[in-house]
């Protein structure tokens, strides 16, 4: 009995301890995950995206979840990160960088500008600022630290720029860099360092435009590949840009490689370029970077690169956040492109009855976007409004109005009452603007019965859509009298 009773004693003495400690992980963020939270002097009731880069080659990013701001400003958004992860915070005119450790807090203040600027609301797809986050508290951390060191950077190449004396830029160069060596960071050490370091090689690739083989060593033989430090990646594309055009592949071998999809035989010959120094993981990436390079500088190659991306979305060679990338590059391909399919919509329309691709299947539809700040879009409401009488056959006209509220596009409607084709709203943050590439108004879109894009570059109606459509229209016929014979 005495032994239960000692053995009892020790489980309620786990079990107290497990208690407090889980009770203090519910009190105190800085266990398990990782938040970012403050207060917003603009944004009351507000949803706010975050996003992190997960394609450092088209730029593209992965979004992570959506911030909700309350009545008082306040707001608390919780994140699970393995490793230190670069965020931002979309704002309607600026974006808000910080890097977000494993088990970390940030306790930061949002600038101001909640209303959308009016060269945005005409040209929606026009960069933003960005801004570094300004984190209450953090004295000495990484986001502290990596601000402090830009700023030193930038500032001194600004001044070395002009000093023309090479032996005298090398001495102020080497006099800062023994400074940079004392700065240190709490929290990732191994991070900062690594940041450091690829940003400081490319100020001084910048400031003394050395051969690319006296980097190579020390920079990238037998190092792994960074995907979340973007001084490395940067690096890295200055380092390798159009690295199998010059001349590591013969331009034979390399044409007949890409037409074969032999992306195998394309790492292996960047390896061996390199005296198998690098990683595989490193010469995969070069591949990568350099087929995405060579697509957009001859149509030729399109097609086969277009299928090899294809094929390498399923290939057991390369890691998770390697196919992620092939993927996006992928997409890009093929996004907005005749024969492929178009970017997914769901969107209200007046009743706010919601509508999405899949309703107009069937039948083309002519697709166009409309901005009531836009004053030359009138003049083409008025010429879809004659395709819309005319009844074209197959023909759907579809209107995705983008403005700030529903109700700006329900009053046009109230006040525009012979417009009775299929409006649709949408708001600035919106996917939708960046997925069909709305870089300013109006733009169009024609898509087939399949949901597929029937033209590139569709013209406008003042570009003689009418032949334009015609013709997709016999080669559509066409294309279903050819399927339905094969059956």
Request: positive net charge; proline residues 3%.
């Amino acid at each position: 009995m005495k032994f239960i009773r000692i053995l009892l004693r020790g489980f309620l003495n786990i079990f107290l301890t497990t208690s407090l400690f889980l009770l203090l992980q519910s009190t105190n963020c800085v266990f398990s995950q990782s938040h970012i939270r403050g207060k917003s002097t603009v944004f009351r009731n507000d949803s706010l995206k975050v996003y992190y880069q997960s394609n450092f080659i088209t730029n593209s990013s992965s979004y992570l979840g959506s911030i909700y701001v309350d009545s008082t400003g306040y707001f608390d958004f919780e994140l699970k990160v393995n490793s230190t992860l670069p965020v931002y915070i979309d704002l309607p005119n600026s974006n808000v960088y910080l890097k977000v450790e494993d088990s970390a807090c940030y306790d930061i203040r949002l600038p101001g500008g909640k209303e959308t600027d009016l060269k945005r609301k005409l040209f929606p797809l026009t960069e933003k600022e960005k801004i570094p986050a300004f984190i209450v508290d953090e004295p000495n951390g990484l986001n502290f630290n990596l601000l402090k060191l830009n700023n030193m950077l930038f500032d001194m190449q600004k001044y070395l720029v002009f000093v023309q004396d090479l032996e005298k830029r090398k001495k102020l160069y080497d006099s800062l860099i023994v400074y940079l060596d004392t700065l240190r960071a709490k929290g990732n050490i191994e991070y900062f360092e690594n940041y450091k370091k690829y940003r400081l090689a490319k100020v001084h690739q910048d400031l003394f435009h050395l051969k690319r083989e006296f980097y190579f060593d020390s920079l990238f033989a037998y190092k792994p590949f960074l995907y979340n430090i973007p001084s490395y990646l940067d690096f890295f594309k200055s380092y390798y840009s159009n690295y199998l055009l010059s001349g590591i592949i013969s331009g034979d071998t390399l044409i007949q490689l890409i037409f074969k999809y032999d992306f195998k035989t394309i790492v292996e010959k960047i390896e061996n370029a390199n005296q198998n120094k690098l990683t595989k993981e490193v010469a995969q990436m070069i591949a990568i970077y350099n087929l995405y390079q060579i697509y957009y500088r001859t149509k030729d190659f399109q097609p086969a690169i277009i299928q090899m991306f294809a094929n390498l979305q399923t290939s057991n060679k390369l890691n998770s956040v390697q196919k992620k990338i092939v993927k996006d590059i992928y997409l890009k391909f093929t996004s907005l492109r005749k024969g492929y399919y178009a970017p997914h919509f769901n969107l209200p329309n007046y009743k706010n009855k919601n509508f999405e691709n899949e309703d107009f299947k069937g039948d083309f539809v002519y697709l166009n976007f409309y901005s009531p700040y836009c004053n030359t879009c009138s003049g083409y409401m008025e010429m879809l409004a004659k395709y819309y009488k005319q009844k074209i056959k197959k023909l759907n006209i579809v209107t995705i109005f983008v403005a700030d509220s529903i109700s700006q596009m329900n009053d046009f409607l109230e006040q525009n009452k012979e417009y009775k084709w299929t409006f649709l709203f949408a708001n600035y943050k919106n996917d939708i603007l960046k997925e069909y590439n709305i870089k300013s108004f109006p733009t169009f879109y024609l898509f087939n019965p399949d949901g597929k894009f029937a033209i590139e570059n569709c013209p406008s109606p003042i570009e003689n859509f009418e032949k334009a459509y015609n013709n997709a229209y016999k080669e559509w016929m066409k294309e279903k009298k050819e399927i339905q014979q094969l059956h």
